[in-house]
């Protein structure tokens, strides 16, 4: 699995910007290796260890599917396979972009093709190879080399403009299926501390918790509550706890226990905060690349001086003898007039 991720890692920031490697940093190393390697040892006893004050364990059952919709690291693991599904994507597109241009360099080199001249030594019976290459080049459009610093070293890769445009492509994708995680994550595992609704009602002594509507607090801060309150919600609660047990029908409740609840908070925010930090990446590398390359054609149609054409004479004839507009120094005379310049070096 690593050998694979290696690969297509390697492949993906020949062509990535700045902002894109740091998304891969992000992703490969503190999101999937953390979810890997402690994920289980975190969230292992989630449903063994949650506890409720009933005594069937039907009813802990039905809790514990109202406390957790689905599980934080299942969901997480689906995340990451589907942020990281646009970047296999764009891997196995350059890497045929990339068989293609091998392709039409191992055909021009069988037909003798010169690519200083562009031209064919020989064209009496290639005709058929030529037209081959015509359709392989138009549909991989113009080839352009640039230098990548990949395995230790600087290398040459040969890009496209399709491989700019897919991995633009790949980028707009990993931005809305990082917000729509984000949007999920905040769906299934944002629950309201029961106080905030109560909160004139609490007494003396209970500490007024704070309760705000904010992104932050309901995103990025989300949190494992210690206690969870089970509450009526159908007929399968009704089945479970409520017709079990000394509860009535009405206004019954079943107060519930996570395991590790700051623990798990804390893995929690750290997802939910690495994903939204993605998220940011995405904007900025879709704002950088078309400036970036709004910056390179302006500078390529620039307007270019026209060149100027410089004499420099040891022994200048007598003709070139142009009085006022020579400047004079202590070992050489300099004459600059319509852009030329004639020097003498005295005996």
Sequence with gaps: MWSILDKITEQVTKF???FGQLWYILVFVFRLIVVVTLGGAVYGDEQSSFKCDHKHDYCGTICYNQFAKMSHLRFWGFQLLAVTFPTVLFHFFSLYISSEIEKINELEKAIGFDPDNQKVTEIDGKERE???ISRKKKAVGKVK???VYSGGSIKEVQVTNKIYVAYFISTVMKLALEAVFIYFSYTLYYIEDPRCKYENALADHETIPKCDDSFVDHVLMNRVPPTYTCTDDGADFRTACATSGALGWENAVVTCFPSRPYEKTVFLRYMNI???VCLLLCVLELLYMPIKYMLRKAYHNRPKKAPQTV???RNPPPEMNWGN??????????V???SIAYTETKP
């Design 274 to 276: 690495l994903s939204f």
């Design 16 to 18: 990535s910007t700045f």
């Design 336 to 338: 600059n007039r319509r």
């Design 130 to 132: 030529l037209k081959k």
């Design 311 to 313: 004499y420099i004479y």
């Design 145 to 147: 080399t640039k230098k």
């Design 325 to 334: 507009d020579t400047a004079s120094t202590a070992g050489e005379s300099v």
